[in-house]
Each structure stands twice: as structure tokens, then as C-alpha cells.
């Protein structure tokens, strides 16, 4: 199941107590305080961890905590400290303060970590209050609550390549064809219902990681459809390819196609739209004679490139020009 949302609240860990204790001891008559001071609760942390693409963790845990310290005891012990939670969640996690609506921390790479909540300070016990004039302190600190926060999750898929298009254009098919992804490919609207990331190997070990997300239709942006819900997932792609259907369904053209999900991206988001485009027109094997795809590129006044993702043709060309782009626009 992909979860790309998710909100859970926080708590870092409280502070131990400090102790109240006089040593008592055979033979020594003036033992004096020994109250050790409590430890300090564990702090919370996010980190990105590599070996995830869901927030499927948090849908059935929706309260997670640190771990208290310890508080002091005798003999001058002190408490020991709270254990730390680290919370792993996928690259591309945005992590929210839920209550003022405040963006913490990006997490866009693997291994980055941060502190949300920060473990509470540990009471002293009555030896810390000895003084010349006060020999015998009967007062200990209790120990500072530790932090707590309402976060909220949003994840943001990291990719490559950005798959965009109507439904059944033949995203599905293209990154099954590029990659070892296994989306559902079926002859109706919809099939994609989540986004899912393929990896594309090329020779020399050269690689790049494609994102398919559901089809688009017009009115997206406000919410028509399912594409809506994963247009976030494509803001951090470096292309987007468009997909077209040169032969798509009656009362609809592959040219007003391609306007209409254009000017959804624009309306979703200006930097979006703004990213480096590929244009690619599928189902050749039914335009044998390219007429339809040299109409396309007269019209759109743009390159085409042509593929059939059914019958593989053109599918090495594409995938070795969008590394190329890819590569150029890192760099």
C-alpha cells in the first residue's frame, strides 16, 4: 500500500527525578547527602532511510515516544539517560509542525537526520544542593518534561524522469518496459492508482530512476480524477516526459491532449510546469507510415519522439537520450 501522507504525534523523553539520600555507612558519623541527579530523556529523530518509499509505518501508529531517563539514586549514581528514537522514513519526506503549519526539515537525501523534539533535562538531587551552610539539603529537582509535537508527514517521491499523460497513454507500459516496475496495466482509465518508481539500467552501469503517476484529466488541479493527489510527486523530478497517444479515444486529439495537461501543470504549479520537457508519441506500431506523429510535431512546433512501448521501438533511443539530460541538467 503507498501511504504519501501521514500525521503522528511526538513526545521526547521526560528527565529522571533527582534522589534524596544521606549515606549511611558503619563507622562514619558524618555521611552527608548522596542524592545522585536523574538522567536525560531521549531526544526524537527523523532520518531518511534507503530502503524506504512509503509512510505505510504510520498508518496504524499514530503516538510515538523517546524513552524517560532513569532518576538518580544513592551513592552519588546518576540516572541513566533515555534511549533516543529514531524515526525512518523514505527520501523525499517533508516533515511539518502540524499546529502552526511550519515546514522543519526537507529530508531529500538519504541519511540526513534531524532533531524534532528535544529530550528533557534531568533533576538534581539534594547532594548537588550542599553547601557550607546548608550540610543537609532535604530538596531534590524533579526532572523537565521532554518535548512534544504534532507532526504531519508528506512525502514527495525523488525521481529522475517524471511520467506524465492521459490516461492510457502508455505510462504503465513504458516504465515496465525501461525497468523491473510491475504496474498494473489493464485496457481502461485508471489503472495506475498510486505512483511507482522504476529504475532504468543502461550499459556502463549508468542508471536513473523514472516515476509513473496516475493519468491526468482536465481539472486536475482542483481535484478531478486521481492524478491530483501525486502531482506533488513529480515537483522534484529533473524531466518530465510527456506521453502522448497518437491514437487516443474518440472526441479527443493527442494535440488538445497535450495542451490540456499542460495547462493543468501550470495551474498546479508554475515551477512545474517550467521544468525541462520530453515529448514522446506512443503507439507508433498503429502509424506505420508516421504520418500522424509529423502532423503532431508540425503542430506542437516541438521535437517528438517516437516510441511504441508495446512493441519496444524506440524505447533504447529514449532511454539513452533522457540519462543524457538527465546527466547535463546534474551536472
Known sequence: MFIDKAQIWVKAGDGGNGCLSFRREKYIPKGGPDGGDGGRGGNVYFQAAENLDTLLDFAGKHHWRAQNGQPGSGANKHGANGQDLVISVPPGTLIYDADFELLLKDLNEVGLKVCICRGGKGGRGNKAFATSTNQAPRYTEPGKKGQERNIRLELKLIADVGLVGMPNAGKSTLISRCSAARPKIADYPFTTIEPVLGIVELSDYRRFVMADIPGLIKGAHNGVGL???????????????HILDIMPTVGSGPVENYKAIRSELKQYSEALAQK???????????????????????????????????????IKELSELLWKKVKELKS
Open 227 to 241: 492524478g491530483f493527489e501525486f502531482l506533488r510527486h513529480i515537483e522534484r523530478t529533473t524531466i518530465i516526459v
Open 276 to 314: 525541462p520537457e520530453v515529448i514522446v508519441a506512443n503507439k507508433i506500431d498503429l502509424d506505420p507510415d508516421r504520418k500522424i506523429v509529423k502532423d503532431l510535431t508540425e503542430k506542437l512546433n516541438k521535437e517528438v519522439y517516437p516510441i511504441s512501448a508495446v512493441t519496444g521501438a524506440g
